[in-house]
């Protein structure tokens, strides 16, 4: 990493970490909403299916803006596309969106995990980087999940509360990087 790169990623930490604890709310409320719609594939749980990535663009436009990673690009279109996807699939049923679900999450982790990787002199980014790995490993798992008799949506309300929980502790990690106060 040049002085310069390493002196806009440092200057981030603060910006991440308040972030980090946005999206750490957003993805307990977020699960505990879907939780709440059963397992069924209600309007309600397929609006909360589009609403989870779109706000992961937002989430990685605040980001981008704040350290200037490139590859979160990437990312935002990645969520939009799964966001178009979800909308679809929802139409088809669980399997499907289950489908869409984890081929995002497949992505997205990969994404996440090179992100974290770039940032690691930065601190805090373990949670991070187990975060992208995890997320693509329970990707593939909601994929082969899709052609099962009993697939529901219950699943991805533990993986976005995992989810946040990573970002939490990344949040409270980056708290000396973000020179110890907020």
Known sequence: MTPA????????????????????GFAVVWAGLLA???????????????????FDVGAAVVDARSSRTRELVLNM???????????????SGIPAVLR?????????????????????????QWPMILSGGIS?????????SAGRDDASLTNLAGYAVLGGVFFLISAIRLGPAAGGHE
């Not at 790169?5 to 750490?24: I, K, M, N």
């Not at 709440?36 to 990535?53: C, H, I, K, M, N």
């Not at 994404?111 to 930065?122: E, N």
């Open 5 to 24: 790169a390493a002196t806009r990623t440092s200057g981030a930490a603060p910006a991440l970490r308040r972030l980090y604890f946005v999206r750490f």
């Open 36 to 54: 709440l719609t059963g397992s069924d594939l209600s309007v309600a749980a397929g609006v909360l299916l589009v609403l989870y990535p779109l």
């Open 77 to 91: 279109v990645l969520s939009a596309l799964a966001a178009v996807g979800l909308a679809v699939a929802a139409a």
């Open 100 to 124: 869409v679900w984890g081929a995002w999450a497949v992505l997205a982790g990969a994404v996440q995990l090179v992100v974290a990787l770039r940032r690691r002199r930065l601190g805090g």
């Open 136 to 144: 693509v490993l329970a990707g593939a798992s909601f994929i082969a």
